[in-house]
């Protein structure tokens, strides 16, 4: 897939929401600066390679079209020798078979082989001869009649040994001479179907023929000619082949004759070429692979039916074809590579007011609300611009009108209650207290002055919003121990917080609260009294906390009432103003845990209540 296709396709995956891939995904999680950069350098290179790609194969198809209209010239070339080299010997067969010591000897019912070759080489016939000797238009001839064995034969490159007539009748190769009815017959001269030489010195293609009587047309005669390949190809096919370029002859019905040069013979080639010949397809080109490598195969159908094929290497032809394509391929990459730094600049440049408008964004959300951004243009990101000032202009407005407010009345508030409670002062008389009950001898009053103290400390906290799970069991201990010097036996307690927990810290009086409601709603109304039990784990990530009692329970309608958010509007004359109220503790969770906290309340009138408070792990002191 080209690369503009493959960024449509990753368009329409991200248009459409299927972004699975983590590369994808890890793409656009980028910078926008890197992702415009990536984007354009991947656009340019993709229509960089699909234009080289394009302007390489238009060439290479160009060259090849040339390189073909040549190779049908050569093709041209190679069939007329050929058919000049058929012409010159199916002539000089038929001169010889109808020369009158020819004739006159294959008449005669007892033929001497002797007699025979000294007529022809003395006789009129003696002309024929020295022009085969001396034209070389083949290599090797034996005459047969009637007798088994040659009765004439004769050899240019020391080839010897004619094998007897009843050999050759018994072959394929005579009896399709003889199909032919006085054609020639043209074959390779082969291990398999040579009967006609016992010591053959070269590969041959061999042509036989009968021959007939010129006066009645009855058959008297045979004759086989057989002339060497290297010489058809230093006669016939000189300069038309080299080791890149191939020649190779077949026969009409698909046997190889001979070749020349590369080779050129394949199977998929001979298939391709025969299935076109049945066709009626004369000429064409091909391309196939030949030992591995691309090749160019013009094929060519003569008159006779010998098919001509001749091979060029792809690679020959595409070699400087090549070289341009390396060039042209190192300045794409070396243009791209130094497009880099220009695309960077480009889309930094582009990028820059969406960087403004972030960083100003960040600022406004840490509280700084004057925040604003300068419009320098009336694009898209100017208009973006223009709405996101207009937009912390009016969530100032808001701010001012409704939040700073309620703070500041909050802020007001806090100062009137602090200035009706100071707690040095506070501290100051309870210590006095303290001493006065140790120097009257009342250690119950001393104990209950002293841990009311402690237990003032704990809650103020300084002020903090967060406190440890330590503290805050110390707190609950306090709580208790008063409890229990006001309750006597009627109230029983429990705490089972671990050690473990007692570094994690936990909303400043987050458990208090639920043990005073357990006292107030379970155990006063009890008779007998009642016991408390407090317990502690984590799980995973998550702090629990129980409050049990076995109290007298609650009512569905109380517990709602318990548990009802107090309208904002009331915040200023409800009742527990000041105090920790279950509904105060429930706000706070919601505030500074967010959604990442569950509160829990389960109770049935007559058997108790219980609460499961569940809070994130936090280690890390906080404060509000």
Not at 236 to 260: P, R, V
């Amino acid at each position: 897939m080209s690369a503009p296709l493959c960024i449509f396709g990753i368009a329409h995956k991200i248009k459409n929401k299927k972004v699975s891939d983590p590369v994808l995904r890890y793409y656009l999680n980028m910078n926008l600066r890197y992702k415009i950069t990536i984007l354009i350098f991947l656009l340019i290179t993709g229509v960089a390679c699909t234009l080289g790609a394009y302007s390489y194969n238009i060439s290479k198809q160009q060259i090849i079209n040339k390189v073909s209209n040549s190779n049908q010239s050569v093709l041209k070339q190679i069939d007329s020798n050929l058919a000049r080299m058929q012409k010159t010997l199916a002539d000089w067969v038929t001169v010889f078979s109808l020369a009158p010591v020819v004739q006159d000897t294959l008449r005669s019912n007892t033929p001497d082989s002797a007699k025979i070759e000294n007529q022809l080489y003395n006789g009129p016939t003696a002309s024929i001869m020295n022009q085969m000797l001396v034209t070389g238009s083949f290599d090797y001839l034996a005459l047969y009649g009637s007798l088994s064995e040659p009765l004439f034969q004769v050899a240019t490159d020391d080839s010897s040994g004619a094998y007897s007539l009843s050999k050759i009748t018994s072959n394929d190769t005579y009896k399709q001479t003889v199909a032919l009815n006085g054609a020639s017959y043209w074959f390779p001269l082969t291990e398999e179907n040579n009967v006609f030489i016992q010591s053959n010195r070269n590969d041959k293609l061999g042509m036989t023929r009968i021959i007939r009587d010129i006066v009645n047309g009855n058959r008297i005669g045979f004759v086989f000619v057989g002339i060497n390949l290297e010489t058809i190809r230093r006669t016939y096919l000189t300069n038309l082949y080299d080791k890149d370029h191939g020649i190779l002859i077949l026969s009409e019905q698909g046997t190889q004759l001979l070749s020349a040069g590369k080779e050129t013979y394949s199977p998929e080639a001979a298939q391709f070429v025969m299935k076109q010949a049945k066709a009626g397809i004369r000429s064409g080109n091909t391309i196939v692979s030949l030992e591995g490598k691309d090749t160019l195969l013009n094929y060519n159908i003569n008159q006779d039916g010998w098919i001509t094929l001749y091979s060029v290497p792809l690679s020959s032809l595409t070699g400087e074809l090549n070289s341009i394509k390396s060039a042209v391929l190192v300045m794409v990459l070396a243009s791209l590579v130094l497009s880099i730094p220009l695309l960077m600049f480009f889309s930094s440049f582009l990028t820059a007011p969406i960087k403004t408008l972030l960083l100003s964004m960040r600022r406004f959300q840490n509280g700084q609300f004057e925040e604003k951004v300068d419009i320098k243009y009336w694009d898209e990101i100017g208009q973006l611009s223009r709405g996101y000032n207009n937009m912390v202009s009016n969530i100032k407005t808001l701010v001012d009108d409704a939040y700073l407010l309620k703070l500041k009345e909050q802020e007001a508030e806090l100062k009137a209650l602090q200035s009706q409670i100071n707690p040095h002062f506070l501290y100051n008389m309870l210590d006095t207290i303290f001493w006065e009950a140790e120097a009257a001898g009342q250690d119950k009053i001393s104990e209950m002055v002293i841990n009311l103290s402690r237990l003032f400390r704990l809650s103020l906290n300084q002020g903090k919003s967060f406190t440890s799970v330590a503290k805050e069991k110390e707190l609950i201990e306090l709580y208790l121990t008063l409890q229990k010097m006001r309750f006597q036996e009627s109230l029983e307690y429990v705490i089972d917080i671990p050690e473990e927990l007692y570094s994690y810290v936990i909303l400043k009086l987050s458990l208090q609260p639920f043990i005073e409601n357990a006292l107030i709603h379970g155990i006063e109304r009890k008779r007998g009294g009642g016991r408390v039990s407090i317990s502690g784990q984590r799980t995973g990530d998550q702090l629990r906390f129980v409050i049990e009692d076995n109290g007298g329970g609650m009512s569905s309608e109380t517990l709602l009432k318990i548990l009802a958010m107090p309208d904002e509007t009331d915040v200023y004359t409800a009742r527990d103003v000041g105090g920790y109220a279950v509904q105060n503790v429930q706000a706070r969770l919601k505030h500074f845990y967010k959604g990442d906290y569950a509160l829990n309340y389960t109770s049935v009138p007559g058997e108790g209540t219980r609460v499961e408070i569940v809070i994130p792990v936090i280690i890390n002191d906080m404060q509000e």
